[in-house]
Nanobody
Framework: QVQLVESGGGSVQAGGSLRLSCIAS????????MGWFRQTPEKEREFVTT????????FYADSVKGRFTVSLDKAKNTVWLQMNALKPEDTAIYYC?????????????????WGQGTQVTVSS
């Protein structure tokens, strides 16, 4: 199994930036892709981005494209999510997740291991 720990959340003003990190441990050699999702009480869990562990290919939700950047440091078993130009609608709990089967999936159903989440709050 893979264990994930997110950090870096906080409260920022609209237009500000945050960088989230997700550190993986355990059987990291089994990872196919890692993704970021976010969730609020009012919405279903929403896809944010995914990155392929082997080749680094990345995909983003349209809502964050051009503002968020996901990157991978395999030597540190760490994925970062750089979030710029934050908007109030980005407020959510952000989760990183691992898929052992899907290379580029946008579906939470294809991710089997999840971090505990980190709160991001963007005020106007």
């Amino acid at each position: 199994q893979v264990q994930l720990v997110e950090s870096g959340g906080g409260s920022v003003q609209a237009g500000g930036s945050l960088r989230l990190s997700c550190i993986a441990s355990g059987r990291t050699f089994s990872i196919v892709s890692m993704g970021w999702f976010r969730q609020t009480p009012e919405k279903e869990r929403e896809f944010v981005t995914t990155i392929n562990w082997a080749n680094g290919i990345r995909f983003y939700a349209d809502s964050v494209k051009g503002r968020f950047t996901v990157s991978l440091d395999k030597a540190k078993n760490t994925v970062w999510l750089q979030m710029n130009a934050l908007k109030p609608e980005d407020t959510a709990i952000y989760y990183c997740a691992v898929s052992l089967t899907s290379s580029y999936s946008r579906s939470a159903a294809n991710f089997g291991s999840w971090g505990q989440g980190t709160q991001v709050t963007v005020s106007s």
